[in-house]
């Protein structure tokens, strides 16, 4: 397991550790999902990070490709349910005005679906033949997405509106796997957007 570990000015210690099945190839590059979030509450402080694995009798110095830090936030919450591929983990990029957003999901045979709400709830639908599965979020809006290397994505350019800072809407991805269960569907966990540049 791959441990990361970071501690902001005045802050204590905060962990997020990586089992196996959330190390992804992507494109030829390792990657982690879930995405890491924290906010800077004050000014000027300084961010140290400690990254290893935890696996190997906790070797560290591995070396971070890419760190980009940026206003506003992706934050996942929930639990992903099983594809035939494995756990479908929801991914998305930190929102920005005048930018596009993307949502991905990996372990995805086929075609995604990506539900935008702006409500949380917590329904069960084991009941209706997706067993371990949960739905969320309200359904406001959808999208799809044709999968490319078990990756499904969906891509909007969020208008360059400034009356939109702190907006926050909520993204789940179901995905269609016929060799799942008996409704062929499975849902990812949740994510939770907001616009704070």
């Known amino acids: 397991m791959l441990q990361f570990v970071w501690r902001t000015t005045g802050g204590g210690f905060q962990t997020t550790t990586w089992t ?4 992804k190839k992507i494109a030829g590059k390792w990657g982690l999902t879930p995405n890491i979030s924290f906010k800077i509450t004050k000014k ?44 479908v983990s929801l991914m998305g990029t930190v929102p920005q ?61 969020i208008p360059a509106v400034p009356s939109l800072i702190g907006m926050s809407w909520l993204q789940q991805a179901v995905v269609l796997d016929l060799k799942a269960n008996k409704l062929g569907l499975v849902t990812s966990n949740l994510g939770q957007a907001l616009i704070q540049n």
Do not use: H, W
């Open 20 to 23: 196996k099945d959330q190390q």
């Open 44 to 87: 000027d402080s300084r961010i140290r990070f400690r990254f290893g694995n935890t696996a190997a009798g906790g070797k560290y110095g591995y070396k971070i490709d890419a760190f980009l830090l940026r206003k506003g936030a992706f934050d996942i919450s929930g639990t992903a349910c099983s594809s035939s591929l494995g756990k």
């Open 97 to 157: 005005l005048g930018e596009p957003f993307t949502v991905s999901v990996d372990n995805t045979p086929n075609i995604a679906f990506f539900l935008l709400g702006a409500t949380k709830q917590s329904v069960n639908l084991s009941p209706v033949g997706m067993p371990g599965c949960t739905l969320y979020t309200d359904i406001l809006q959808t999208s799809s997405g044709v999968a490319k290397n078990n990756v499904a994505s969906s891509t909007f350019t």
